[in-house]
């Protein structure tokens, strides 16, 4: 696990950058506690929420004690209280206590330090390809056969790959490109779902190229592409921040294919780093208003068949053709108005689409639900 202290320095950071700043009222929630001991498997999110209204608001209330080393990190045994000062609350670590600097204060593996929401939850999602754009995966390299006659492969499998004429990169993964993505209002395509069918390793190059299947998701077929596999260590260090502009997209997709969405579901989102969504960022999530019939509209229309045109009332204006009732009035079904039904917390961005995961839910959650500011 990186150190946890970028998350509270950055969003120390991004609470002045977005002019936080609440009342006590506004902060606390009127039942937090007034001390806390951390216990392993808590995140700081969890933590947050016992205290706040909202926990992406968390700076508000760290107390950052320059006396420790590491200030920022919080481990299981610490005891979290809530002291009041110049008036204002501030939440700091209870049982640290006074100390100088000196090499060693803490002993505690960095890695020890409490994430700032759940890891396990996102890990697989956080260094495999997820979005690719269709034309430029049909310019890498391809599966073109299998060793030993095989009309598919699997782990431990050698397959032959189109054009791979050096060893600038040993790693590939194995993609074909799955649904498109597209923009919940206009249906314009923003890129495809990267499905992974495998991981490999370079063992020849040349036209064809071999290479040695480590693992596979799913049968590799003929077709499939080979993309350098992404290097560099896992980011888990977040820092939840509200969106720096007014954000108003939708749930494009959800991963493993559920019909509702809850707690921990990963979420795919229309709108992406060109909308300002960068990962930390964290949205509300409502319930499409339901379109439902107004069936006293109806019934005071069928009252008057014999009349052409109603205009008494600009709310209630029926146009009759021919022999019945026939074009319906706009006010014989309503939408009802959208309704909050959790929080996500964007991990990974790519220019046009975002991957989320839902830290809270009151209800139910489906694709087509819209994404706003918090």
Known sequence: MKRMSRFFLAAILISGIWGISLAADDLLKSEHPQRYVVKKGDTLWDIAGMFLHKPWLWPEIWHVNPQIKNPHLIYPGDELELVYIDGKPQLRVANRGPVKLSPGIRRNKLAAAIPAIPIDAIAPFLTRPLVVDKDELEH??????????????????????????????????????????????????????????????????????????????????????????????????????????????????????????????????????????????????????????????????????????????????HTVEGDGWEKKSRWETVTLPDEAAGLLMVFRSFDRVSYGVVLHAKRAMHVRDRVVNP
């Open 140 to 317: 890498k390299p391809y599966l073109v056969a299998f060793a030993d006659e095989h009309i598919a492969a699997g782990a431990g499998q050698r397959i032959y790959v189109r054009d791979i004429p050096t060893w600038e990169h040993k790693k590939f993964d194995v993609l074909r490109a799955g649904p498109a993505y597209k923009d919940g209002d206009t249906g314009e395509i923003l890129g495809y779902e990267a499905l992974l069918t495998g991981i490999g390793t370079l063992k020849r190059t040349g036209d064809p190229a071999t290479v040695y299947l480590d693992a596979t998701t799913k049968e590799v077929l003929v077709g499939d592409r080979l993309i350098p596999a992404e290097k560099g260590v896992m980011a888990t260090d977040f820092q939840p921040h509200p969106p720096a502009r007014e954000i108003n997209g939708n749930i494009i997709s959800m991963i493993d294919g559920v019909n509702q969405i809850g707690q921990y579901s990963i979420v795919v989102l229309d709108r992406g780093l060109r909308d300002g969504l960068d990962p930390g960022t964290v949205l509300q999530v409502n319930n499409r208003g339901e379109t439902v019939p107004d069936n006293i509209a109806r019934n005071a229309r069928n009252l008057i068949p014999d009349v052409a045109e109603y205009i008494d009332d600009h709310l209630l204006t």
